[in-house]
């Protein structure tokens, strides 16, 4: 039981190149989100799925498209990278399905440089 | 728009030292409350949660948590740190609505001299 992966565990890209960060959960969860992490703003929602085959935007989805490919998968989509999105990217997945919020687990994380 | 304010950034203590983090949120609803950390190289953590009941929470590793409605705040609480207890820590709130993201504070440092 791996929980949450993300691949790849560091990136470095140009200004304007484009690539997709993986993210996987076998804990059979409904929902699962995208945030980035920068020094002193803590966490940012970026895109969560509620359950399959859907997804909304959250604090700063700007500059990212996401795909929720099947339960297991949801990945996050830089089309055109940019130096602000120089960041920690980090995958989260919760059971979802219930009347309350309920507890989020996180992937090891994505540290990517746009140059 | 909801929001989670955590005023320590940085925080430096010795072991044995009593630890509280204060976090305040801004929402007059009901509302789901979370401490994380993140330990150095590490991903998130669950360390406590509170949906509903006794305002006092206790989590993993001897932390404590609690919920002062009047006041809006969820602080964090350890009698006597050690210096594994050296990380990061995110206090996080979620909406009772079927919006299931949370909101993060910006994060306290805590770092925990031997």
């Known amino acids: 039981n791996a929980g949450v992966t993300q691949t790849p565990k560091f990136q470095v890209l140009k200004t304007g190149q484009s690539m997709t960060l993986q993210c996987a959960q076998d804990?059979?969860?409904?929902?699962m989100y995208w945030y980035r992490q920068d020094p002193g703003m803590g966490l940012r929602l970026i895109y969560y799925?509620?359950?399959?085959?859907?997804?909304d935007k959250g604090e700063v989805p700007n500059g990212y498209n996401v795909s929720r490919l099947n339960k297991r998968e949801f990945s996050l989509r830089l089309e055109s990278a940019a130096p602000s999105q120089t960041s920690v990217y980090f995958c989260?997945?919760?059971?979802?399905?219930?009347?309350?919020?309920?507890?989020?687990?996180f992937g090891p994380g994505t540290r990517l440089t746009v140059l | 728009a909801q929001s989670v304010s955590q005023h320590n950034h940085h925080v430096i203590l010795s072991e044995a030292a009593s630890l509280e983090l204060g976090c305040n949120y801004s929402?007059?609803?009901?509302?789901?409350l979370f401490w994380y950390v993140q330990y150095p190289g590490q991903h998130l953590q669950l360390l406590l949660k509170?949906?509903?009941?006794?305002?006092l929470v206790k989590g993993i590793k001897g932390f404590e948590a609690e919920f002062i409605k009047s006041k809006f705040s969820f602080n964090l609480r350890k009698p006597s740190v050690q210096w594994s207890d050296t990380a990061e820590y995110f206090c996080?709130?979620?909406?009772?609505?079927?919006?299931?993201?949370?909101?993060f504070g910006s994060g306290t440092r805590l770092q925990v001299q031997p």
């Open positions: 509170y949906f509903s009941g006794d305002p």
């Open positions: 989260a997945s919760s059971a979802g399905g219930g009347v309350h919020p309920d507890t989020q687990y």
């Open positions: 799925s509620a359950s399959e085959g859907t997804t």
């Open positions: 996080a709130a979620a909406l009772n609505t079927g919006r299931r993201a949370l909101t």
């Open positions: 804990m059979n969860h409904n929902s």
């Open positions: 929402y007059g609803g009901t509302v789901n």
